[in-house]
């Protein structure tokens, strides 16, 4: 859920993420974006169990995707038009 | 690499306590550059929204003014931003390198990665200001998506402006839960709880007495009294004396299970049982730390000076331990006073006064800790529940290690895996500690630090 006024964020943009076009606001965390869009599976763990953000300030690596290509804490990261999010990567 | 940058000081973190320190610096004549994992300074109690953003009534509250105010100066200091960029290790710099007039203190050589790539910062004087991290405490289900630390679930509210999910539930041991319930009930969240493992009366006698006992700190216990008043009104459910025993669910939190037997369902959970100091780099670069105290983790030791034992390199903030936003203020005010002198440079400000309201402050802030302490309230931890979430280290693994001889933290390392992933042990390393002591290895000194201290391609280093 993004709380308050559309007005309040960045431009709108788009990005792919996992092969769909993914409507967010400039500047927006990958991490955020990502959950908004409903995706609540980030990365495979060594055992197969799926993780998503956890501490949400770059110390924890439970949101790594590969992001144009490298792998990215997406929590750190601000989306930027035309992005491509590859999760599980 | 490219070649290093040259300043007088470099400061790590643009949290209360760096802000602070670039203030009296800058202030002094001295160049300073600040460098940050986030885009914009704030640090986490200020954790700004993007640039683009413009969020009317951000962070209005009273905790924040003053805060607010340091952001500002900040920006109009001279001090130079370097955000987005992570520290990876700090190095005393090559002999012939250092400079003559460095007060006995020796250069140091700060390797970072950041978008770009890696760059090396060179200081006369370092001053860490690493803030601090939500403990991470593991029990069944904690590694669901969903379920998130309470301080990383408030960076979402504050920062990003969203709520990631629903309904929502807190369960812990930290007052911090109240602040955050209120910012999500006022964002239009759905909150499913407010659960505190402790009871009623542990949390409120504690209060009580702090009222009294504490004068400067009054106004804060007050403004949490107060939240809980307003939480309770509002129709949020705040219970105390329940500890949470674990998370249901399959591929995501679905409810969350209570000692009392009590089933809540909810779709996002933030967990809170305090916070421990980041002093990796600290360790990383040979010198002191201590016990942080309740919660675990450790300290950078300093002098009142703010020195670590490694000369030319200081620790403030939250680093030094946790006491909160104000403190790390004062302390980073104070820090940079000392190294503005160590310079030879008039700082600004009046430190004795700092001094006495910081030990005004840090008497509150022991009070909150008490009231906070988690340490009865650990969820059990049966064999097959992670301990280590970064390389799946199950409890039972590392108790089989321990069984086995593993006596020491780096002996159970080396057998499980468990303190290699990507955190670098942060989050694992407190309740190996608890493992190992419960089977009597005590006073472990912890997983020895490495380079390097943030994750980094490897070709970032050696381009």
């Known amino acids: 859920m993004r709380i308050g006024q559309e007005e309040e964020r960045g431009p709108r943009i788009s990005l792919v993420v996992d092969g769909r076009d993914v409507a967010c606001h400039a500047g927006e965390s990958i991490a955020a974006v990502l959950l908004e869009a409903g995706v609540t599976h980030f990365r495979t763990s060594r055992t197969g169990t799926p993780r998503a953000p956890w501490c949400n300030m770059g110390t924890c690596g439970e949101c790594y995707v590969r992001i144009d290509g490298r792998r990215r804490r997406a929590c750190l990261v601000a989306a930027q038009r035309g992005m491509e999010v590859v999760t599980d990567g | ?463």
């Open chain 2, 1 to 463: 690499m490219a070649e290093a940058h040259e300043m007088d000081v470099a400061i790590v973190g643009g949290g209360p306590a760096g802000l602070n320190a670039a203030l009296v610096l800058a202030g002094a004549g001295a160049s300073v550059s600040v460098i940050d994992e986030q885009a914009r300074p704030g640090g986490q109690i200020l954790r700004q929204p993007p640039t683009g953003f413009a969020v009317t009534d951000w962070l209005t509250g009273r905790p924040y003014t003053g805060l607010k105010r340091d952001l500002a100066a900040f920006e109009d200091s001279g001090a130079t931003w370097r955000g987005g960029r992570s520290v990876l290790s700090i190095q005393r710099a090559p002999e012939g390198a250092r400079r003559e007039d460095s007060g006995g203190a020796g250069a140091f050589d700060l390797v970072t990665a950041g978008g770009e790539g890696a760059a090396t910062y060179r200081a006369r004087h370092v001053l860490v200001a690493g803030g601090c991290q939500d403990l991470a405490v593991p029990f069944p289900g904690w590694t669901l998506p969903g379920a998130m630390t309470v301080g990383g679930l408030q960076a979402f509210v504050k920062s990003q402006r969203i709520v990631p999910g629903g309904p929502v539930l807190l369960a812990g041991t930290h007052p911090l839960m109240l602040v955050l319930a209120e910012q999500l009930l006022e964002a239009g969240a759905r909150i499913a709880g407010v659960v505190f493992a402790q009871g009623r009366a542990r949390f409120a006698g504690r209060l009580g007495r702090g009222l009294l006992g504490a004068a400067s700190g009054a106004g804060n216990l007050l403004a949490g009294a107060e939240a809980m008043a307003r939480l309770v009104r509002s129709g949020v459910d705040v219970r105390f004396g329940d500890p949470l025993t674990g998370l249901l669910g399959r591929d995501r939190v679905e409810a969350a299970r209570f000692a009392s037997g009590e089933v809540v369902p909810c779709g996002l959970v933030g967990t809170g049982y305090g916070f421990v100091p980041q002093a990796e780099l600290v360790r990383q670069a040979g010198a002191n730390v201590r016990p942080a105290g309740r919660a675990g983790g450790w300290a950078a030791a300093v002098d009142s000076g703010f020195r670590t034992s490694v000369p030319g390199l200081y620790a403030a903030g939250e680093t030094v331990g946790v006491a909160g936003a104000e403190a790390a203020r004062l302390r980073g005010r104070i820090a940079g006073g000392v190294i503005a002198d160590a310079l030879g440079r008039r700082p600004v400000g009046d430190m004795a006064k700092a001094r006495s309201d910081l030990a005004k402050v840090e008497r509150f802030a022991d009070l909150l800790d008490r009231i906070a302490d988690p340490r009865p309230y650990f969820p059990a931890l049966p064999a097959e529940t992670f301990a280590c979430r970064c390389e799946d280290v199950s409890a039972g693994e590392i108790e089989n290690a321990i069984a086995a001889g593993a006596g020491t933290a780096d002996a159970v390392k080396l057998r499980t895996r468990c303190g290699m992933g990507v955190c670098q042990g942060r989050n694992c390393e407190p309740t190996l500690l608890r493992l190992l002591a419960a089977e009597g290895c005590k006073d472990d000194p912890g997983f020895g630090a490495r380079f390097p201290a943030r994750p980094v391609r490897i070709g970032d280093l050696i381009d």
